[in-house]
């Protein structure tokens, strides 16, 4: 990201990128939809609603046409005729009805298979190996990812099929109604000052300049409104993120007197929640002006428009009635945007967070520290080696955040148990990171075992919302062991008591003490098997006895390799070695 940065000035507060343009927002959503594999079933979907979109503008162009001999028959007070038409009537406005049933139920799988295209190629996305990680540590972007991956790819997926459908329709609707308003108007001349002039197809220039007008008008009113759903979307994610976190932590809260607290902490998102939508209210009454006041007019403007060329004799009653509902043809698929102004601000806002998002992820692969980088390779023995490493905090971090340095080069053996201490300043978790290949910035070389089989144990484990047996063999299904091996594991760790709850599923980082979670997580080790366990200042908040328990667990484990990283006077007695870290 460092090289990135020093080429523009100009950076996304929220990823630390380089504004993402419009374009190429659509680019990498187009390219995204193109890899899904819903691709061919919207494809197939889209050719369905093209043919019945077609269809059904043949239909209301009938409908259209039966207008004449219909108003043609009540001026002649033809009553034979007009029953002859009121059938005709009913079997197009029947065949619309259907199609619009038939088009309903399109529209709702196009925008159904839209959005499981999406959303899973998100979630594939921002769960690739390292990126959700490296992600939360990016900005304001990955405070909330859950908001981009449900409720903004919902809207992208919805708006995206409906303004689509939309458009395509309007745009037949146009291609179809403009030539008969064309031909209404063709021959259309009025006399000025006595000389006639003649304005071939004059009602297709009136609907253009009326629905070209509102469009502009629209347009400059409601400017605004793409960046002000944007910014109520991140407001609205980060409510709900402190509310959620604040759920979470209630115990904590309470058992400080913490309410009053976060009660303001709340209060104070909730006030910049309703601040944008104030102004989001404020704007969308603005545009009611103009699209309201167009809408009233549209009642009258058409015949308005018709009305030289029928006081002049050259259109019948039913003919007026034919060009009036013609003009609204047209000037409804003219209008598109005007009548659309307001979800096409939300679309806008929706492909923002959505692409910038994913834009994020990827870039992620690409980040690197400069031209002095962190190499992080597989030795050709079973051992694992530090060399000359100096792990910088990340850029643009705090001046407070500290880095590392390990000068020389340490080699570790199978077997041996290696503490990872020094200075209180340095940041040792660094270095568990980079070894884990999270993190990228700084200089020098670690070369990981030849075997792979490497478990990392951060200082806080996940409990997956799963039963037991699936929390105890978490990552691997839980099939891939017999009960009696997980039984055994339990009860080595002095969890026995728990081997009748296998089945069972429950909150267990809630439903368990952390001295247990640990235990769950050490029977995790003994089901897994590594070679080699890192564990990152794991110990740290156990008590004393309970600490001389696991760490004898892990003795028992004599052919794997176990480096803590981090202080724990319990350990510091089987180590074989103490590598001293120093601040950076």
Same mark, same amino acid.
């Given at each position: 990201?460092?090289?990135?940065?020093?080429?523009?000035?100009?950076?996304?507060?929220?990823?630390?990128?380089?504004?993402?343009?419009?374009?190429?927002?659509?680019?990498?959503?187009?390219?995204?939809?193109?890899?899904?594999?819903?691709?061919?079933?919207? %494809?197939?979907?889209?050719?369905?609603?093209?043919?019945?979109?077609?269809?059904?503008? *043949?239909?209301?162009?009938?409908?259209?046409?039966?207008?004449?001999?219909?108003?043609?028959?009540?001026?002649?007070?033809?009553?034979?005729?007009?029953?002859?038409?009121?059938?005709?009537?009913?079997?197009?406005?029947?065949?619309? %009805?259907?199609?619009?049933?038939?088009?309903?139920?399109?529209?709702?799988?196009?925008?159904?298979?839209?959005?499981?295209?999406?959303?899973?190629?998100?979630?594939?996305?921002?769960?690739?190996?390292?990126?959700?990680?490296?992600?939360?540590?990016? =900005?304001?972007?990955?405070?909330?990812?859950?908001?981009?991956?449900?409720?903004?790819?919902?809207?992208?997926? @919805?708006?995206? +099929?409906?303004?689509?459908?939309?458009?395509?329709?309007?745009?037949?609707?146009?291609?179809?109604?403009?030539?008969?308003?064309?031909?209404?108007?063709?021959?259309?001349?009025?006399?000025?000052?006595?000389?006639?002039?003649?304005?071939?197809?004059?009602?297709?220039?009136?609907?253009?300049?009326?629905?070209?007008?509102?469009?502009?008008?629209?347009? *400059?009113?409601?400017?605004?409104?793409?960046?002000?759903?944007?910014?109520?979307?991140?407001?609205?994610?980060?409510?709900?993120?402190?509310?959620?976190?604040?759920? @979470?932590?209630?115990?904590?809260?309470?058992?400080?007197?913490?309410?009053?607290?976060?009660?303001?902490?709340?209060? #104070? =998102?909730?006030?910049?929640? !309703?601040?944008?939508?104030?102004?989001?209210?404020?704007?969308?009454?603005?545009?009611?002006?103009?699209?309201?006041?167009?809408?009233?007019?549209?009642?009258?403007?058409?015949?308005?428009?018709?009305?030289?060329?029928?006081?002049?004799?050259?259109?019948?009653?039913?003919?007026?009635?034919?060009?009036?509902?013609?003009?609204?043809?047209?000037?409804?698929?003219?209008?598109?945007?005007?009548?659309?102004?307001?979800?096409?601000?939300?679309?806008?806002?929706?492909? *923002?967070?959505?692409?910038?998002?994913?834009?994020?992820?990827?870039?992620?692969?690409? &980040? /690197?520290?400069?031209? &002095?980088?962190?190499?992080?390779?597989?030795?050709?023995?079973?051992?694992?080696?530090?060399?000359?490493?100096?792990?910088?905090?990340?850029?643009?971090?705090?001046?407070?955040?500290?880095?590392?340095?390990?000068?020389?080069?340490?080699?570790?053996?199978?077997?041996?148990?290696?503490?990872?201490?020094?200075?209180?300043?340095?940041?040792?978790?660094?270095?568990? $990171?980079?070894?884990?290949?999270?993190?990228?910035?700084?200089?020098? +070389?670690?070369?990981?075992?030849?075997?792979?089989?490497?478990?990392?144990?951060?200082?806080?484990?996940?409990?997956?919302?799963?039963?037991?047996?699936?929390?105890?063999?978490?990552?691997?299904?839980?099939?891939?062991?017999?009960?009696?091996?997980?039984?055994?594991? !339990?009860?080595?760790?002095?969890?026995?008591?728990?081997?009748?709850?296998?089945?069972?599923?429950?909150?267990?980082?809630?439903?368990?003490?952390?001295?247990?979670?640990?235990?769950?997580?050490?029977?995790?080790?003994?089901?897994?098997?590594?070679?080699?366990?890192?564990?990152?200042?794991?110990?740290?908040?156990?008590?004393?006895?309970? $600490?001389?328990?696991?760490?004898?667990?892990?003795?028992?484990?004599?052919?794997?390799?176990?480096?803590?990283?981090?202080?724990?006077?319990?350990?510091?007695?089987?180590?074989?070695?103490?590598? /001293?870290? #120093?601040?950076?």
């Amino acid at each position: 990201m460092a090289s990135i940065e020093t080429k523009t000035s100009h950076i996304d507060p929220d990823t630390g990128y380089p504004p993402f343009t419009f374009g190429g927002q659509l680019r990498m959503m187009a390219g995204a939809f193109w890899s899904s594999q819903v691709r061919n079933k919207v %494809l197939l979907l889209i050719v369905g609603l093209l043919t019945i979109i077609l269809t059904t503008v *043949y239909a209301q162009y009938r409908l259209n046409y039966w207008n004449t001999p219909f108003y043609n028959a009540l001026e002649q007070r033809d009553l034979d005729g007009f029953f002859e038409q009121l059938k005709v009537f009913f079997i197009i406005a029947g065949s619309l %009805l259907v199609l619009n049933v038939i088009q309903a139920w399109l529209n709702q799988m196009t925008a159904l298979f839209m959005r499981e295209g999406l959303t899973r190629d998100l979630v594939d996305q921002w769960m690739h190996p390292r990126r959700a990680l490296r992600l939360a540590a990016l =900005g304001k972007i990955g405070i909330n990812p859950d908001q981009r991956l449900h409720e903004d790819a919902r809207n992208l997926a @919805e708006l995206t +099929t409906t303004l689509a459908i939309g458009l395509v329709n309007a745009t037949i609707l146009l291609a179809s109604f403009i030539g008969v308003l064309w031909v209404l108007s063709a021959d259309f001349a009025f006399t000025f000052n006595g000389r006639q002039i003649a304005i071939p197809g004059y009602m297709v220039w009136a609907a253009l300049l009326y629905a070209g007008s509102a469009s502009m008008l629209s347009n *400059y009113v409601g400017r605004k409104l793409p960046t002000l759903n944007t910014q109520r979307y991140s407001q609205e994610a980060e409510l709900r993120f402190t509310l959620m976190r604040t759920n @979470e932590n209630m115990l904590a809260i309470t058992l400080t007197n913490g309410e009053d607290s976060e009660r303001r902490r709340i209060q #104070q =998102g909730i006030s910049e929640v !309703l601040a944008i939508i104030r102004r989001l209210a404020f704007a969308y009454t603005n545009l009611t002006w103009v699209s309201a006041g167009f809408g009233w007019l549209t009642t009258i403007a058409p015949i308005l428009i018709a009305a030289p060329v029928y006081f002049s004799g050259g259109l019948s009653f039913g003919g007026l009635m034919m060009a009036v509902g013609a003009f609204n043809q047209v000037n409804t698929a003219l209008r598109w945007y005007i009548d659309n102004f307001r979800p096409i601000a939300d679309w806008k806002a929706a492909l *923002y967070r959505v692409s910038v998002f994913r834009r994020a992820l990827i870039e992620l692969d690409n &980040e /690197h520290a400069g031209p &002095e980088t962190l190499r992080v390779e597989q030795d050709e023995a079973e051992q694992l080696t530090l060399k000359d490493l100096l792990l910088s905090p990340r850029p643009n971090s705090s001046g407070s955040d500290r880095g590392l340095r390990l000068d020389g080069e340490y080699v570790i053996f199978p077997g041996e148990r290696i503490m990872v201490n020094g200075d209180p300043r340095a940041n040792r978790r660094l270095l568990f $990171q980079a070894i884990a290949g999270l993190w990228p910035w700084g200089k020098g +070389t670690i070369r990981l075992p030849k075997s792979g089989s490497m478990l990392l144990v951060p200082q806080k484990g996940f409990f997956p919302d799963a039963t037991l047996e699936e929390v105890l063999t978490y990552p691997m299904p839980a099939a891939t062991y017999t009960p009696d091996a997980m039984g055994n594991a !339990l009860e080595t760790v002095g969890l026995g008591r728990l081997t009748e709850k296998l089945s069972a599923r429950e909150r267990w980082e809630r439903v368990l003490q952390e001295d247990d979670q640990m235990r769950l997580r050490i029977a995790n080790a003994l089901l897994v098997k590594p070679r080699w366990i890192v564990l990152d200042d794991a110990f740290e908040a156990l008590e004393t006895e309970t $600490q001389s328990e696991l760490l004898a667990i892990l003795n028992m484990m004599s052919e794997a390799t176990v480096i803590y990283v981090g202080r724990s006077e319990t350990f510091l007695p089987s180590s074989t070695r103490l590598i /001293h870290l #120093q601040p950076y």
